[in-house]
């Protein structure tokens, strides 16, 4: 029996890297909660486009690097299918769509690559985050400043966060309607809302 336990042991943690092995903190996950929204606007009016649905990620590890501490992910990106983006106006989400190359592209892809650590908690906390944004088949990794609070005793971590991209970032260009009549402008406001729970 103490045989197959060790041989159990070795085949679970074999896997995690020997830097990180003694590393590891804690373990994270994406609740469903968290969602993304999009703002722009036209020369002549204003939308938002919200997201509710993705596919959620993997698990996300905190690892200490010297005196530093990271939140580090571990094959985490959120699939966001692009069919499920609503601008609440038919034409700007059937436009904005097209923009984005879908069907070719059927998703939105956002990578986190890293956080830094969100404790001791702190009123008013902000923390740094770096992003990979891949749209139409283009990434861009792009620095994320997060707002942080905490809840349920420090289990449940809810994290928003807002970036100005432009639609040339991603080598796109903005939609336009009527000959040119009505134009989307170039910059599109993202907005994160994300909730994390402590697993481990």
């Known amino acids: 029996m103490k045989t197959l336990l060790f041989g159990l042991a070795l085949m679970l943690f074999g896997f995690i890297p020997r830097q990180y092995s003694r590393a590891i903190q804690s373990i994270w996950v994406v609740e469903p909660g968290s969602r993304l929204v999009i703002d722009g606007s036209s020369n002549i009016n204003t939308f938002s486009c919200a997201v ?58 956002i990578h986190f690559v890293s956080l830094d650590d969100p404790f001791p908690m702190t009123s008013a906390q902000r923390i740094r985050g770096i992003v990979d944004i891949e749209l139409a088949g283009h990434i861009k990794r792009i620095e994320l400043w997060f707002n942080v609070s905490h809840q349920a005793s420090g289990r449940l971590l809810h994290l928003t966060g807002q970036k100005a991209l432009m639609f040339s970032d991603f080598e796109l260009e903005p939609p336009k309607k009527m000959a040119g009549m009505i134009r989307i402008n170039e910059e599109l406001e993202v907005n994160v809302d994300l909730f994390f729970r402590r697993a481990g």
Do not use: N
């Open 52 to 109: 509710k649905k993705y596919v959620q990620c993997d698990t996300l590890r905190m690892i200490s690097e010297g005196k530093a501490r990271k939140l580090r992910f571990q094959q985490c990106t959120i699939h966001i299918d692009v069919a499920q983006i609503d601008c609440q106006h038919r034409f700007i989400t059937s436009d904005l769509r097209k923009t984005l190359k879908y069907p070719a592209f059927e998703y939105m892809k």
